[in-house]
């Protein structure tokens, strides 16, 4: 298994108006959720603002501790590991966020953003090396040449979700995580861009951890569906079964507003 949440907890360590990212104190609350992910597959974490998907996303990324559980990488526990032993794991999981985050640095061009990925994590390689693997993840994200001499404010908000799905899969990730990834954009442009992640799936896929507040777009590039409300995992299981029986009123109301 990939990575296992099992049993995890994540409480305020000390009362306080906003914690990480700015989220309220609610978000970061979590009750004893149980989830796991496959090697190359992927799941639709479900639920609003105040679910804790964030919470969640930050305590495997490291960033906040858990109070309870433990949370497994290829079955090691990572609250158990030292710093230096996490780097790997830090190459091999990447996030991208919503647009709205500016995850790719304003004042760098998209050659730089990429060279900044591959000086970290390849750095014995030469110019010619790089160059090979920035072609080939523009080219997977459906960017063209003209793009890399650009600015984030120099592209539209497609291009630069598309820009910052290249970046992260530079680092030649096993796990992608998808924070709000579609946050913002109009329909035609979340269609656009949830093709595009089922087409790099297909040719060199990357598990993936895929957290919205829509069912819909979940499901459309999920294996399994989670659902998190206010901290808890009301449902998790195939996503065609949890879709079509769901046992959960949420989770009904979910697939009522998504249809």
Known sequence: ???????????????????????????LLIDEVTLFLEERG?????????????????????LIPISGGSILWHGKDCGKTSER?????????????AESWGQLPPDRTIRRSFEEVLGLWFARENRTEWETRIEAAMVACGLTE????????????????????????????????????????DGVSQ????NLLNRIREDRPPALLFCCD???????VSDTLGILHRGRLLEFGAAESLVTRPE????????SCAG
């Open 214 to 220: 829509d069912l819909a777009a979940a499901h459309q």
């Open 1 to 27: 298994m990939l990575l296992t949440l099992d049993q995890v907890v994540i409480l305020p360590e000390v009362p306080r108006r906003s914690g990480a990212f700015g989220i309220s104190e609610e978000g």
């Open 85 to 97: 032993q996490r780097r790997p794991m830090r190459q091999r999981i990447q996030t991208v966020f």
């Open 42 to 62: 992927s799941l639709g974490l479900v639920g609003d603002e105040r679910s804790g998907k964030l919470s969640l996303v930050l305590a495997i990324l490291g």
């Open 191 to 194: 269609a656009e861009l949830l």
């Open 248 to 255: 959960h009123d949420y989770t009904r109301r979910l697939i």
């Open 146 to 185: 003209a793009l890399r001499d650009l600015r984030p404010r120099e592209l539209d908000a497609v291009e630069r979700q598309q820009a910052a799905l290249a970046r992260a899969l530079l680092a030649e990730p096993d796990l992608i995580i998808c924070h709000e990834w579609l946050s913002g954009l």
